[in-house]
C-alpha cells in the first residue's frame, strides 16, 4: 500500500473477507445498479476465487471473482473509488490467479461501460452486444502466451482497440493505406485518441506504402492526427525491397500484435501476450523506418 495507491487487494481466505465482498457486490450491483438480487449470487459463487479491495483503514472497497472455467466476473468498485486504479489492480490480481490455476484462456462478459478497463489488460471483444440483467454487455477473451485467429473486420476492429488501449508508451503500424474501414472505424479512432492523449511521451509511428492514395481519399486518422500531431509521425516507404513486402501489421510495446500476410485484407492472426514475436515485429521496423522518407504528401497538414 502506498501513498498514490491506498489501498490493498488480496485474494479471500476467510468467510469474514467474502462476507465484505458481497456487501461490496450488492452495493454496486443491487442498490446502485437495479441487478435482482437473486441474479447477483449464484452456484459459481462457492467454487470461485475471490479479491477483495480494503482501504487503509480497512473498509471494503471493491471484489471480483474468477470461477474454474476461467471467467471472470462480479468486478465491482464502491463509486467514491472508481477512477482511482482498484478495478485495475484486482483484475491484475485474478489474471495471476488463473495463471497460477494453469488457465492459459480467462473471459469476461464486461459492461460496456467497463470495456475500456478489460482492454487495457489484454481482452478482446468478440461477438454481438447483448443484455444481462437489463444491462449492455459484449464478451470479452484474453489468451495467454498463444495467437489466436483475425477472420473479419469486426474481429480486425476488436483486436485493434485492445493493442492500442494495451500499449504503454508505443505503437508501430505498417499499412498500405491506412486500411480504410479499419483505422478509420470510430472505435479504433476513440481508442487511439484516448492513448494520444493518455499521457506525455506517447509515440504512434505509422509505416505507408502509398500515401498518395490516402491523401486522394481522405482519412478519419490523417485528421486526428493533424490534431494530435505530437503523438503521431508518418514515413512512406522508398526502398524497393521494402516496397515488395506485402503484409501490414499493428504492434505494441506490450506484446500484442495483429499481422497480416496481405496488407490489402484484413484477416490474420493477432495475440497480446506474446513480447518475444511482438519485439521481432518492432525490431523489423525500425529499420525500414530509418530508410524510409517523410510524407511530404501530408505537409500540408503540418503532420
Do not use: K
Request: with cysteine; charged share 25%; net charge neutral.
Amino acid at each position: 500500500m502506498s501513498a498514490a495507491a491506498p489501498f490493498r487487494v488480496a485474494i479471500v481466505t476467510g468467510a469474514g473477507d467474502l462476507t465484505a465482498a458481497h456487501a461490496v457486490r450488492t452495493a454496486v450491483f443491487v442498490d446502485e445498479q437495479g441487478v435482482p438480487a437473486d441474479l447477483e449470487r449464484d452456484a459459481l459463487d462457492a467454487l470461485s476465487r475471490h479479491v477483495l479491495a480494503t482501504a487503509a483503514d480497512g473498509t471494503p472497497i471493491g471484489a471480483g471473482r474468477i470461477a474454474p472455467d476461467g471467467r471472470i466476473g462480479r468486478l465491482a468498485v464502491r463509486s467514491d473509488w472508481r477512477g482511482r486504479g482498484v478495478g485495475d489492480a484486482m483484475l491484475r490480481a485474478l489474471l495471476e490467479a488463473a495463471r497460477e490455476a494453469g488457465l492459459r484462456e480467462t473471459y469476461l462478459h464486461a459492461q460496456l461501460q467497463a470495456m475500456a478497463l478489460y482492454a487495457r489488460a489484454g481482452f478482446v471483444a468478440e461477438g454481438a452486444r447483448y443484455e444481462e440483467a437489463g444491462i449492455a454487455h459484449r464478451t470479452m477473451r484474453r489468451v495467454a502466451g498463444a495467437a489466436f485467429p483475425v477472420d473479419d473486420l469486426a474481429a480486425a476492429v476488436d483486436a485493434t482497440v485492445t493493442l492500442v488501449s494495451a500499449a504503454r508508451r508505443s505503437l508501430w503500424l505498417r499499412s498500405r493505406d491506412l486500411d480504410p474501414g479499419l483505422y478509420d472505424h470510430p472505435d479504433v479512432l476513440a481508442a487511439l485518441r484516448r492513448f494520444a492523449t493518455g499521457g506525455r511521451g506517447v509515440q504512434i509511428q505509422v509505416l505507408l506504402h502509398d500515401p498518395a492514395s490516402v491523401q486522394r481519399r481522405g482519412s478519419a486518422l490523417l485528421a486526428l492526427s493533424q490534431r494530435l500531431s505530437s503523438a503521431f509521425a508518418f514515413r512512406a516507404v522508398e526502398d524497393a525491397v521494402d516496397r515488395e513486402y506485402a503484409g501490414a501489421f499493428l504492434v505494441n510495446d506490450a506484446g500484442g500484435f495483429h499481422v497480416r500476410a496481405l496488407g490489402h485484407r484484413v484477416d490474420g492472426e493477432a495475440a497480446t501476450d506474446l513480447p518475444g514475436r511482438a519485439r521481432q515485429l518492432a525490431q523489423q521496423f525500425a529499420p525500414v523506418w530509418e530508410r524510409s522518407r517523410a510524407c511530404s504528401e501530408f505537409r500540408a497538414l503540418g503532420i
